[in-house]
């Protein structure tokens, strides 16, 4: 592990690391993400100890979600954590004020290798079920219109996630409806062990929803494929709109 390499790939922009010094990931550093006031100067930091290559979280209030490329391992870096970049290539998202980012990074020589499994089934009454986690339909179809500006997205980069009222009104629903359904998936999520997802004092909607959607794109909880079930429902909901005739 110690003569491979490793290289930030942010937007297209590749950026290698040197294993004599750390390489810096913010607002500022050797990977700048973008001039924005919420993201810390310096966020992320990859450094070459002991002849491995770590990810650390130098920041004081974010937290970034590290995944694999298949979904399978998922690692909250919250302020002071570590870990270890043994895999091929990981994905990581962190979401800075309105805006949520992701980025990847590859490792020539991992130590570890993704074992191919199928985690996602789908039962014949439209309910996907993702490791031990059931989705209904109406829970899937949330979940991919607020992740949906990342989907359409064919690079690494920035991305926003919707208010509840822009999704609700996007795929028809009332809002009511809307933040009902997204109280119900994310209990059913953080039941099931997903961190970040709890309502309460200072657990703002806005931070759920972020944490929802890095969980789910990480996760590949939905994926392009999901965006059929979107246009079916915008399209429903386009059909069932008042005429202003």
Not at 102 to 124: G, N
Not at 134 to 152: G, K, M, N, S, Y
Not at 190 to 202: E, F, S, Y
Request: hydrophobic content about 40%; glycine content about 8%; proline content about 5%.
């Amino acid at each position: 592990m110690s003569g491979s390499g490793v290289t930030i790939d942010f937007c297209g922009e590749l950026t290698p690391a040197d294993p004599d010094r750390p390489l810096l990931i913010g607002r500022e550093g050797d990977v700048e993400i973008d001039d924005n006031p919420f993201l810390h100067r310096t966020f992320l930091q990859v450094t070459n100890e002991g002849g491995l290559w770590w990810l650390s979280n130098v920041g004081t209030t974010l937290t970034a979600t590290v995944s694999d490329t298949r979904g399978l391992f998922q690692a909250l870096l919250n302020p002071g954590a570590r870990i270890p970049l043994a895999f091929d290539r990981v994905t990581v998202w962190f979401t800075a004020g309105p805006t949520t980012y992701d980025f990847d990074i590859v490792v020539d020589a991992p130590s570890f290798a993704t074992v191919e499994q199928d985690v996602v089934t789908r039962t014949a009454g439209g309910e996907t079920t993702v490791g031990r986690v059931d989705l209904t339909p109406d829970q899937r179809l949330l979940i991919v219109v607020l992740c949906e500006d990342f989907l359409r997205r064919a690079t690494a980069g920035a991305g926003e996630i919707p208010s509840s009222a822009a999704a609700a009104e996007r795929i028809g629903w009332r809002l009511t409806k809307f933040n009902r359904k997204l109280d119900n998936v994310c209990s059913k999520l953080a039941d099931a062990g997903t961190r970040g997802l709890h309502g309460g004092p200072g657990k703002l909607a806005s931070n759920r929803k972020a944490r929802l959607v890095e969980h789910a794109l990480s996760t590949r909880l939905v994926t392009v494929d999901d965006l059929e079930l979107l246009d079916a429902a915008i399209d429903h909901a386009k059909a069932a709109a008042p005429s202003e005739d």
